[in-house]
């Protein structure tokens, strides 16, 4: 899971700004069906991006550990 404390990236945030826009929009009820197929898309698209990142970091992790076993055998071998 990504850290909440890191900082957004910035399409991220552009992404959730139009998303604010159209939610917004949408409580007014001026969204047209445009614009909200347009926040099925930004909500899909900010879901995959943080999907994607929890992917990324899992297997940095997984990485990281594997480095370790192995150094860990090394030293057991010399």
Known sequence: MTDPYDPPRPRDYALQEELDS?????????????????????????????????????????????QQDEEERARHRH
């Open 22 to 66: 159209l939610h917004e929009q949408e409580r007014e009820g001026h969204e047209t069906p445009k614009e909200q197929r347009r926040e099925e898309l930004l909500e899909r698209r900010l879901h995959a991006d943080e999907h994607g990142a929890e992917v990324r970091e899992h297997r940095e992790q997984n990485r990281e550990a594997d």
